[in-house]
């Protein structure tokens, strides 16, 4: 658990001076190990639901693989059985690829039912870790949805069709939904926070609700990129300038040059934001936190978005490009959870008063 801690410190020594980082160390860890002790102890539920967090992003990255190594008709127009049978006995590579993914994300599923059934032996009626742990099964199914329809209309591998992107940016966007909710769940089952609520919360639910927006944008069109980089690969760096500037070139690969251009309007929205509310809510240590890890999360993500335009785009960055955007938006959402929880904690008369002191005007 320490560990876990940890990583928050060694993001936050990105965003300060070594030397205030190093003082703050010690400070922070008598801080963080009276949290452990008194709020954060974790429940085995807890645990389970931050490890399927975790493993879904496994999942969600071996998605990439499958798509980059044009994997994904590896079992045929056929679901739930891989090529009409439950174990394909003489595999090709493109086979064990598309296979593997579909065992994993079938442990992933199953994941979230025992996370759901667990919530509701758990949990009284009408409890919000019950409503949470139905969202995520509720997305996870729709995800398991999206990729039978990829697979039985055949647009996987090189088609190149609209229906196809459409359906990856509808895939992508479910994603983003179901590591939310995910994200949400262990986020409420670890501290016991309160509920919180979006609705008359002023300028702070507007912008978050711009943030998000902006975030989902930025994925979908990056989908879109990826999805045309698959599709329509180039030599060099030049030759892929030029074809996203052809007029005769494919609508996908026309619509590839927007990633960078909206990516960076929104980074930089995110960081303004960031540092916004922590000037407000100066007072709350895991709003600060979690806004200085967005901080740096975007700045690497920057470079690592310019290096994966620079090399063509190479597996391994492509793997290390989507982990770093499903790592921004989880950054997001718990800086997002963190301040909305301070002031819905308030009372409806107290809120205009605490929520400015604590806060500022929002
Ligand atoms: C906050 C900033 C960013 C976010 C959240 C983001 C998100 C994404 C996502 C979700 C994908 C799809 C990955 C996949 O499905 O495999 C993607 C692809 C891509 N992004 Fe970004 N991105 C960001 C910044 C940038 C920047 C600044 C650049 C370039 C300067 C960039 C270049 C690319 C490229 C070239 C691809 C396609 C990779 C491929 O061919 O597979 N991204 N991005």
Not at 21 to 26: A, L, M, V
Not at 296 to 317: E, K, N, Y
Request: charged share 10%; proline share 2%.
């Amino acid at each position: 658990m320490f560990g876990f801690h940890l990583v928050f410190l060694i993001f936050e020594c990105f965003s300060v001076s070594t030397f205030k980082c190093y003082s703050d160390f010690e400070r922070n860890r008598n801080l963080t190990v009276t949290k452990m002790n008194t709020e954060l102890k974790l429940s085995g539920f807890a645990r389970f639901a931050w490890f399927v967090l975790a493993y879904n992003i496994v999942v969600i990255l071996w998605g990439v693989v499958v798509r980059a190594s044009l994997s994904g008709d590896g079992c045929g127009q056929y679901w739930l059985t891989c090529g009409g049978e439950v174990v394909p006995s003489a595999p090709q590579m493109k086979t064990v690829i598309e296979f593997s993914h579909r065992v994993t994300s079938g442990l992933a599923f199953v994941a979230v039912l025992v996370l759901l059934i667990w919530a509701f032996r758990k949990f009284a009626k009408g409890n919000l870790m019950r409503k949470m742990a139905f969202a995520s099964f509720v997305f996870i199914t729709v995800e398991a949805l999206i990729g039978a329809v990829l697979v039985l209309f055949k647009l996987v591998a090189l088609n190149p069709s609209m229906i196809r992107a459409f359906s990856m940016t509808a895939h992508l966007i479910n994603t983003f939904i179901l590591l939310a909710v995910l994200t949400l769940t262990a986020w409420f089952a670890s501290g016991g926070n309160h509920p919180f609520s979006i609705r008359r919360r002023g300028k702070i639910s507007w912008l978050l609700a711009v943030a998000v927006f902006g975030i989902l944008l930025v994925s979908a069109s990056g989908s879109l990129a990826a999805l045309s980089s698959t599709l329509f690969p180039s030599a060099t760096l030049a030759e892929g300038l030029a074809q996203d500037f052809s007029e005769t070139s494919h609508i996908l690969l026309r619509l590839r040059v927007s990633h960078p251009i909206l990516s960076i309007s929104v980074g930089v929205f995110l960081i303004f934001l960031a540092g916004w509310i922590k000037s407000k809510a100066k007072e709350s240590f895991w709003t600060n936190r979690w806004a200085n890890v967005l901080t740096v999360l975007v700045g690497v993500q920057f470079l690592s978005g310019a290096l994966t335009l620079l090399t063509l785009a190479p597996i391994v960055l492509q793997l290390i490009h989507l982990l770093l955007a499903d790592a921004v938006w989880i950054a997001f959402v718990l800086m997002s959870a963190n301040v909305l929880e301070e002031v819905s904690s308030f009372t409806e008369a107290e809120f205009p008063v605490k929520a400015q002191i604590s806060l500022g005007e929002v």
